[in-house]
C-alpha cells in the first residue's frame, strides 16, 4: 500500500505535513499529511463531516491551522502566506460573481483588481473551461454547472500552480458533472496544474483522479492509486492476495508452507485453489517454486477488492456513494 511519507515532499507542488484543526477542544482533522505532485489530479476523498472542507480551507488559507504546515510549491502558508497563496486557486463554496454583468466583463472586473493579468489569459481560461459562446451573457442567465465553470476559469487567471476545488459536482446533474469532469482533466493536463478536489462520492474520484487521499473523522485513512481500469494500483512491493488452481493440492501447500515469502490464507480443496499474500514481485517465484516441485498449474489471479470495498472497511461501512 502506498504511504504518503514514501513520496517526497521536495518534489510536490501542495504539501501537507500534520495538519491539525481543534475546534472547541476537537480535532476537527487530526495530523494529516499528503502531498499532490505536478499535473496530478488527486481526490479528497471522506463521508459527510469527515473534515474535508475544513481542510480545503486551511489549505486555501481561510482558517487557520492548529498545527502543522501547508507547503505550496515549498512556500510556507503559515509563515509566507502570501509567496504560498500566490500559488493556489480556490473555490470553497459557491463563486461569488455580478449576477447582471455578463460573464466576460466579471473576468475583466477580476482582471481589474490583479492588473498583469492580460487579455490573452482571459481568453485562455475561458476556452479552457468551454465558456466561448457564453461569454456574452448575463451570469444570472447561466446554469449551475456553467457558473462553476466560471469560477474555475477567474480562479486559474492568475495561473496558479495547485487548483483546490471543494465538492465542484455538488448539486450538478449527471451531465453537468461528466462535462465538469473532462473539463477538469484537461485543465490538469493543459495547463499541468496539479488539482486537488473534494468529493463524498467514490465513483466520481475514480472516474476523475490518479490518487485519492481518503480521510474519516479528520484522520488519514489510505492514500490509493487509481488503476487506469478503476481499480487499485500496483506496487512491486505491494501485498497482494493471489489465488493459485494447481493439480495437487496437498503438495502446493507444502511448498507455499515452507517459502517465507508467502502466506497461505485460504484453502479451497473442492476447486484445488490456494489463496496467498505475498508481494507483487515474487509472484515469478511462487511459480519456479511450483514448477521445480512438479505441480501443475492451471490458473493464477490476483484477487482485487475495488476501492469500494475497501472503502466500506475502512469507515467501518459507511456507506459514501
Ligand atoms: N466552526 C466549526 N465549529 C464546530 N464544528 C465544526 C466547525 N466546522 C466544522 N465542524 C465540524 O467538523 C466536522 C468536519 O466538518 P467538515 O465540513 O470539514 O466536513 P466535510 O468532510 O467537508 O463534510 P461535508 O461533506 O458534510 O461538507 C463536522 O463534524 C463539523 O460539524
Redesign the pocket.
Known sequence: MNHPNDIQAEDAVLSLRGVSKK??G?R?VDQLSFNVHEGEVVGLL??????????IRMIAGLIQMTEGDVFVRGSSIRHEWKKAIRHVGAIIENPEFYPYMTGYDNLKQYQRMNDWISNDRINEVVRLVGLENAMKKKVKAYSLGMRQRLGIAQALLHEPSVLIL??PTNGLDPAGIREMRDYLKTIAREEGISILV?S?LLLEMEQLCSRVVVIQD?KLVTVRTIGENGGSGQDDKDLVRVMFRVGHLEEARKVFGNLEKAEILKVEPEQNELILSLRYKDIPDMVTALGSAQIPIYQITELKESLEDEFLKWTGGNRIA
Do not use: L, Q, V
Not at 471522506?46 to 481542510?55: E, L, S, V
Open positions: 475546534i472547541g476537537k476537527i471522506g463521508p459527510n463531516g469527515a473534515g474535508k472542507t475544513t481542510t471543494d465538492e473534494s463524498h479528520g
